[in-house]
């Protein structure tokens, strides 16, 4: 008999709807625990390791390229499955991260972003659609890991979606929208979220009696 699911899988026909629900998705949960605070923020401060690092205005690239690397994820994933595990991990990691955003609502200073040129209009446009809150844990750092972990098992992304996903998270912290803390609780965040996806699309399979599971 065929496999039963417990979550319905994301083909590649799905996907364009799914990715457009799940964005709507991430907006209400970001914007709405960022704009609605329970009680007021704590308002975090650089640590050592981010103060070595440095602010480097030129990586908000690095940062906003993980608006591509997700959606290479879901589009290049090896299959359907994988594909499925990668959209369910995000939208876990995303409400997982709303509850902490809830809970322990944190913040950080915006930086002073360059005044002219092209990396000044990327600056604009990221606070124009991002808040200075949520900070704590980087949902930035989690969804990439995620996308990492969907992207690598892809021929000739073994070692660049990695790569490309540590860009990112170091990205963080010269970007200043987060501070050392907030990228290991994303980094913790992360594992959770897959390892539950995982759970919630695995399927058992039913043998009829002339063919038991034995064989």
């Keep these: 008999m065929s ?9 590649a026909a799905q996907l364009p709807l799914a990715m457009a629900l799940g964005y709507l ?3 209400a949960v970001y914007l709405g625990c960022g ?3 329970l009680h007021a923020p704590q308002r975090l401060a650089l640590g050592p390791l981010d103060l070595w690092f440095g602010y480097l205005p030129w990586t908000i690239w690095v940062y906003l390229s993980q608006v591509p690397l997700l959606i290479l994820a879901l589009v290049l994933a090896p299959d359907d499955t994988a ?15 709303g509850v902490v955003f809830l809970a322990w609502p944190t913040e950080l200073p915006r930086p002073e972003p360059p005044r002219d040129g092209i990396t000044a209009a990327a600056w604009r446009a990221l606070f124009l659609v991002d808040v200075p809150r ?10 990439a890991l995620i996308s990492a972990a969907t992207l690598r098992r892809r021929t000739g992304w073994r070692s660049v979606a990695p790569l490309w996903a540590l860009a990112i998270a170091w990205s963080t912290l010269t970007t200043r929208q987060h501070i050392a803390l ?5 980094l913790l965040l992360a594992p959770p979220a897959w390892l539950i996806a995982g759970k919630l699309l695995h399927h ?12």
């Design 204 to 215: 058992e399979r039913a043998y009829p009696a002339a063919h038991p599971a034995s064989r």
């Design 83 to 97: 594909r499925s595990r990668a959209f369910y991990a995000m939208l876990l990691a995303t409400g997982l991260a």
């Design 182 to 186: 907030d990228l290991a609780g994303g």
């Design 35 to 37: 704009n609605f605070l």
């Design 134 to 143: 949520n900070c704590f844990p980087s949902l930035h750092v989690a969804l």
């Design 3 to 11: 496999p039963q699911r417990r979550l319905p899988t994301i083909g």
């Design 25 to 27: 998705a991430f907006l």
